[in-house]
C-alpha cells in the first residue's frame, strides 16, 4: 500500500487520525462527483475545489440547486453523466431519495473499482444502496454551511470515518485525504461504522437536537404561559437564554457551563434538573434507541415522509401554529431585524 495514515488496517473503531498525518495524494489524481448540491453538496463541492480538487456536480433537469452550482462556476452534468465522468461518486442526496437515485441512474454507470462515498451512514446502515467495490463515510460532525465557512478561513469540522467491509484497505486512506480537502479532519477524524455512525445522527436528533430539546422548550414555555407569565417573558427565559448555555456547554463542557454561571443557576439545575429528565422519561429514549436500531423509525420515514397528513412538511405545518412558535414570530424580529425570514 502507497499511503499509510493508520497504524493498522481496518484501523478499530475509536482511532483517531489527526490532519497533519495526511495528505492529498490518494485524492489527488481522481475526479469527484458531487451528486445534490443542496446544504453538505456545496459545501464539499466548493471546499474541494478550494483544495484543487478536480470536482463534477450531478443534478436532476430543471434543478435548482443545479442552477446554483452552474452560476458558482462548476461544471454541471446530469446525475448519470457525472457518475460515469468520476473516479469518486459523493451521494449528497436526502435520505429518502438516495436508494431509488443510486439504483436508476447511478449503479448501471459505475465500473467495479468506482468509489462511492457518503456524508451519512444512514444508506448502508439501513440497506438503502449495495455497492461491492469500494465505498467510505465521511461524516462532518456539524452542518454544511459551518464547513464551508470554517474551511474558508482555514477551519472546518471533526469527521467521523467508516469504509465499508468489502472495500479494500487503502479506502481508509483515501476516507482521510478526502476528509481533509473537505475540512473534516479538524478535532480529529474518528473512525467509526456507519450503522454507529447512523444510529448516533438519529438518536441524538430525536432525542436532543430536534425532538427533545424543541419539546422541552414548548412544554416550559407553555406552563409559564399557563401560570400567567408573559408570552414574551417565557420566550426570552425558555428559547433565548438557550444559546447562552449551549454555547458555554458546546466550549467549556458542563462542568466548566456551570463555573460560568450564577450560583442559583447552578444549584437549581443541579437539584431540579433530574426531576425533569426522570426515570420514566430515560425509558422513553431506550424506547426511541431500540427502534432506531431495528430500523423501526427507518421504514416508518421512508413510508411516511411524504404522506399529507402524517409527512415532515404536514407535522411542520401544524407545529407553526404553536403559541411558542407564534411567540418566536412576534420576538424574532426585534433581535434580528436585519435576518431574512425562513418561514
Ligand atoms: N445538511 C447538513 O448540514 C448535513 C450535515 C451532515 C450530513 N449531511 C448529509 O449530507 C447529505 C445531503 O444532505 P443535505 O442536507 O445537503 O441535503 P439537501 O440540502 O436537501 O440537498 C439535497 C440535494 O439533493 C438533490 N436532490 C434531491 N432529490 C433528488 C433526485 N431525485 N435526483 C437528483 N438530485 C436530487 C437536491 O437538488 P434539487 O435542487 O434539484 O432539489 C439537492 O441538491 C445527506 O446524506 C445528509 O444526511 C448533511
Given at each position: 500500500?502507497?499511503?499509510?495514515?493508520?497504524a493498522?488496517?481496518?484501523?478499530?473503531?475509536?482511532?483517531?487520525?489527526?490532519?497533519?498525518?495526511?495528505?492529498?495524494?490518494?485524492?489527488?489524481?481522481?475526479?469527484?462527483?458531487?451528486?445534490?448540491?443542496?446544504?453538505?453538496?456545496?459545501?464539499?463541492?466548493?471546499?474541494l475545489?478550494?483544495?484543487?480538487?478536480?470536482?463534477?456536480?450531478?443534478?436532476?433537469?430543471?434543478?435548482v440547486?443545479?442552477?446554483?452550482?452552474?452560476?458558482?462556476?462548476?461544471?454541471?452534468?446530469?446525475?448519470?453523466?457525472?457518475?460515469l465522468?468520476?473516479?469518486?461518486?459523493?451521494?449528497?442526496?436526502?435520505?429518502?431519495?438516495?436508494?431509488?437515485?443510486?439504483?436508476?441512474e447511478?449503479?448501471?454507470?459505475?465500473k467495479?473499482?468506482?468509489?462511492?462515498g457518503?456524508?451519512?451512514?444512514?444508506?448502508?446502515?439501513?440497506?438503502?444502496?449495495?455497492?461491492?467495490?469500494?465505498?467510505?463515510?465521511?461524516?462532518?460532525?456539524?452542518?454544511?454551511?459551518?464547513?464551508?465557512?470554517?474551511?474558508?478561513?482555514?477551519?472546518?469540522?471533526?469527521?467521523?470515518l467508516?469504509?465499508?467491509?468489502?472495500?479494500?484497505?487503502?479506502?481508509?486512506?483515501?476516507?482521510?485525504?478526502?476528509?481533509?480537502?473537505?475540512?473534516?479532519?479538524?478535532?480529529?477524524?474518528?473512525?467509526?461504522?456507519?450503522r454507529?455512525?447512523?444510529?448516533?445522527d438519529q438518536?441524538?436528533?430525536?432525542?436532543?437536537?430536534?425532538?427533545?430539546?424543541i419539546?422541552?422548550?414548548?412544554?416550559?414555555?407553555e406552563i409559564?404561559?399557563?401560570?400567567?407569565?408573559?408570552?414574551?417573558n417565557a420566550?426570552f427565559?425558555?428559547?433565548?437564554?438557550?444559546?447562552?448555555?449551549?454555547?458555554?456547554?458546546?466550549?467549556?463542557?458542563?462542568?466548566?457551563?456551570?463555573r460560568?454561571?450564577?450560583?442559583?443557576?447552578?444549584?437549581?439545575?443541579?437539584?431540579?434538573?433530574?426531576?425533569?429528565?426522570?426515570e420514566?422519561?430515560?425509558?422513553?429514549?431506550r424506547?426511541?434507541?431500540?427502534?432506531?436500531?431495528?430500523?423501526?423509525?427507518?421504514?416508518?420515514f421512508?413510508?411516511?415522509?411524504?404522506?399529507?397528513?402524517?409527512?415532515?412538511a404536514?407535522?411542520?405545518d401544524k407545529?407553526?401554529?404553536?403559541?411558542?412558535a407564534?411567540?418566536?414570530?412576534?420576538?424574532?424580529?426585534?433581535?434580528?431585524?436585519?435576518?431574512?425570514?425562513?418561514?
Amino acid at each position: 500500500m502507497k499511503h499509510k495514515f493508520f497504524a493498522q488496517y481496518p484501523p478499530p473503531a475509536g482511532t483517531v487520525v489527526e490532519a497533519d498525518q495526511v495528505h492529498g495524494e490518494p485524492l489527488a489524481p481522481l475526479t469527484v462527483a458531487i451528486i445534490g448540491y443542496g446544504t453538505m453538496g456545496r459545501a464539499q463541492a466548493l471546499n474541494l475545489r478550494r483544495s484543487g480538487v478536480q470536482v463534477v456536480v450531478g443534478s436532476r433537469e430543471q434543478s435548482v440547486s443545479g442552477d446554483r452550482a452552474r452560476s458558482e462556476g462548476m461544471t454541471v452534468l446530469s446525475v448519470a453523466e457525472a457518475a460515469l465522468a468520476a473516479d469518486i461518486v459523493m451521494l449528497m442526496l436526502p435520505d429518502e431519495v438516495v436508494a431509488e437515485v443510486f439504483a436508476d441512474e447511478i449503479k448501471p454507470v459505475l465500473k467495479p473499482d468506482s468509489i462511492v462515498g457518503l456524508a451519512h451512514g444512514f444508506a448502508i446502515a439501513f440497506d438503502q444502496i449495495q455497492w461491492s467495490g469500494p465505498c467510505f463515510l465521511v461524516a462532518p460532525k456539524g452542518q454544511g454551511d459551518m464547513l464551508l465557512d470554517g474551511f474558508a478561513v482555514g477551519g472546518g469540522l471533526p469527521g467521523l470515518l467508516a469504509v465499508t467491509d468489502s472495500s479494500p484497505p487503502e479506502t481508509w486512506d483515501l476516507a482521510a485525504s478526502y476528509a481533509k480537502a473537505v475540512g473534516c479532519l479538524v478535532g480529529g477524524g474518528f473512525v467509526t461504522t456507519f450503522r454507529q455512525e447512523c444510529i448516533s445522527d438519529q438518536f441524538g436528533e430525536q432525542v436532543v437536537l430536534c425532538g427533545g430539546v424543541i419539546e422541552l422548550v414548548k412544554a416550559a414555555f407553555e406552563i409559564m404561559v399557563e401560570g400567567g407569565y408573559g408570552e414574551e417573558n417565557a420566550y426570552f427565559e425558555c428559547v433565548h437564554e438557550l444559546k447562552l448555555i449551549t454555547d458555554l456547554l458546546h466550549r467549556h463542557g458542563v462542568d466548566g457551563m456551570r463555573r460560568c454561571i450564577s450560583g442559583t443557576a447552578a444549584y437549581g439545575g443541579l437539584t431540579r434538573g433530574r426531576r425533569v429528565i426522570s426515570e420514566d422519561v430515560r425509558e422513553n429514549m431506550r424506547a426511541i434507541l431500540s427502534e432506531i436500531e431495528s430500523g423501526q423509525f427507518a421504514r416508518e420515514f421512508l413510508a411516511r415522509h411524504n404522506d399529507p397528513r402524517q409527512g415532515t412538511a404536514a407535522l411542520a405545518d401544524k407545529e407553526a401554529a404553536s403559541p411558542l412558535a407564534a411567540a418566536g414570530r412576534r420576538v424574532l424580529p426585534r433581535l434580528h431585524p436585519n435576518e431574512r425570514s425562513s418561514s
